[in-house]
């Protein structure tokens, strides 16, 4: 559905290129103060990569990391081999990876996914979306009781530390500006 909504996205904007003589780079009549007349200004992002950075995109991504999981795992009952289990693991780093990465998804909406009973084992990612939300004490107590993983537990609290000292420290430079 989301791919089509792009599609149309797309064509939209060609559309409207296409009236305004072109896109891309365009030279400013003034320039930028303090430097020449012949500088340019970069475009602005498209709505393609506008889109990049919405909610339900990576919302959909997730969701679709979750069925794909689900498929591999019904999968996994009937045929149990060792290429599925892989693949499992490997779907399962991306998805935790990209929890991690992105702050573009909605974590309520997706903890609410991951509550079914399709997905209970899949501990960790609870933990990083309880973390994203700032319920850091449930968080903690899933990689320490339920994942049983006391260094996960202080991986997980170091880099709380280290994303509030980076936070404080991006707040201190933007007062002193």
Request: hydrophobic share 30%; glycine share 6%; proline share 3%.
């Amino acid at each position: 559905e989301w791919q089509g909504y792009v599609a149309e996205e797309n064509r939209g904007e060609a559309e409207q290129q296409q009236q305004q003589g072109g896109g891309g780079v365009q030279q400013q009549q003034g320039g930028v103060k303090g430097s020449s007349n012949n500088s340019f200004s970069l475009p602005k992002p498209s709505k393609e990569q506008d889109m990049l950075t919405k909610p339900f995109l990576h919302n959909e991504l997730v969701m679709s990391y979750l069925i794909k999981f689900e498929d591999l795992q019904n999968a996994l009952k009937k045929n149990p081999n060792e290429k599925i289990k892989t693949e499992v693991a490997q779907l399962r780093t991306r998805l935790k990876q990209f929890l991690l990465d992105s702050q573009y998804y909605s974590h309520s909406t997706l903890l609410s996914n991951l509550s079914s009973q399709n997905f209970e084992d899949m501990h960790e990612e609870k933990a990083i979306l309880l973390g994203r939300m700032g319920h850091h004490k449930s968080a903690l107590e899933i990689y320490a009781y339920k994942v049983n993983n006391p260094k996960m537990a202080i991986q997980y609290c170091e880099r709380v530390v280290a994303n509030a000292s980076q936070e404080n420290e991006n707040s201190n430079n933007s007062n002193n500006s």
